[in-house]
């Protein structure tokens, strides 16, 4: 038996090594993933102390400590989401490692926007507005951004041309199902569905996301893959760790995060009820909460020379935003009857269709450069200005 030795009052002593192993695997563990002690602990002091610490909300400065405090454990913990959900598609390869991650990305969003509904007043427009703030996020500033550092660092570079077809032919048709058509409904007053309308949203978006999602996985899945870029992302680090071990831990941290949410939407609310915020804020805010991470990973797959993963990334996560969140919204506010509004309005239509026309563009050629990086910049710091003052 192979053992370790230590050293005693002068003698050598052998160590057993399933006892190094403990001890080096401890020391691994804390370092790597010292984030979810961090956040089980912010989640234990809210379970046991959540009426005292959201009692002062009236506070500025305790306002801004309980937001910035729940904002970056959130958030912290949806970047080891995907860091953990990274591992697996190092793993599992392309196209299975990105719908985990955007899979678990749409449960945290169904899951904060669901928190927020069920608190405090009825917010009719937090689904419009979340949904709308994501896709903005997604197609403009995530894609902007990786195609602008992408393209400076690696002049041009090449995606199938042919998923990032698929990808738009069932992203634009569930965008304008979803936020365009109940402005032109005429069953119920305002931009909103009947009970039919919505249940039908709901067979649309899950039926072609179901059906995209057996021609991703299936007989098409190439076309969701470089080949020049395989050498490059099998190659990514995977920390040591078994597959296993990485989709325990995915859901170690998710956990914290549904009842973290809840707490969330104590301070969401009260910027939007109480100091009158703008209440598409609400939406920004939870889009940043679920999207940021997968920006990041899309990003460095960009500045990789791995364009194809990157369009994967934040592509999978607008079309898992239409095609699952939507329709989960809809049941959850039927199911907990509240209304919701879908359709978006003035200059957030303008928005919403310049972004489809300007994303269909950019992904028709098969390469891309840094002056479409620059447009979808662009679009996303005029939402940003919209949003302030529309």
Not at 26 to 38: I, P
Not at 75 to 80: D, K, P, R, T, V
Not at 136 to 142: A, P, R, V
Request: one cysteine or more.
């Amino acid at each position: 038996m192979i053992a370790a030795l230590s050293v005693k009052a002068g003698r050598v002593h052998p160590r057993p090594c399933w006892i190094v192993g403990w001890q080096v695997l401890r020391v691994t563990l804390f370092r790597s993933e010292w984030f979810l002690a961090v956040s089980l602990a912010t989640s234990l002091a809210f379970l046991l102390q959540g009426d005292a610490l959201l009692g002062g909300l009236a506070a500025p400065a305790w306002l801004a400590v309980i937001f910035l405090w729940l904002f970056g454990t959130i958030w912290g913990s949806a970047l080891s989401v995907v860091r953990h959900a990274e591992h697996v598609a190092t793993r599992l390869g392309e196209p299975y490692g990105t719908l985990v991650l955007t899979l678990a990305v749409t449960f945290v969003e169904v899951t904060t926007i669901s928190a927020i509904m069920m608190h405090g007043e009825n917010n009719p427009t937090l689904t419009r507005d979340t949904l709308l703030a994501v896709v903005m996020i997604i197609l403009n500033g995530m894609v902007g951004l990786s195609l602008l550092l992408g393209g400076w660092k690696h002049r041009e570079q090449s995606y199938n041309l042919q998923g990032a077809n698929a990808y738009l032919g069932v992203i634009i048709p569930l965008v304008v199902l979803s936020v365009i058509l109940p402005d032109y409904t005429r069953s119920t007053p305002g931009p909103t569905l009947s009970a039919a309308q919505g249940l039908l949203l709901v067979v649309v978006g899950v039926g072609l996301y179901a059906t995209f999602l057996a021609m991703q996985t299936g007989r098409h899945r190439a076309y969701f893959s470089l080949a020049a870029e395989e050498p490059g992302h099998g190659g990514a680090a995977t920390g040591g760790w078994p597959l296993m071990a990485h989709t325990l831990l995915l859901v170690l941290y998710i956990g914290p995060v549904v009842f973290l949410a809840e707490q969330f939407a104590h301070p969401v609310d009260y910027l939007i009820e109480t100091l009158h915020a703008p209440a598409p804020l609400g939406g920004v805010m939870i889009a940043v909460l679920v999207a940021s991470p997968e920006a990041i990973s899309a990003i460095r797959a960009a500045m990789a020379n791995q364009l194809q993963r990157a369009i994967n990334v934040f592509l999978g996560s607008a079309l898992s935003t239409i095609g699952l969140t939507v329709p989960a919204m809809v049941l959850v506010s039927h199911a907990i009857g509240r209304d919701i509004v879908l359709g978006v309005e003035n200059t957030d239509l303008v928005m919403i269709l310049l972004t489809l026309s300007v994303s269909v563009v950019t992904f028709a050629s098969g390469r891309t450069n840094v002056i479409q990086g620059a447009v979808h910049l662009v679009l996303f710091v005029v939402y940003l200005a919209l949003i302030v003052q529309g």
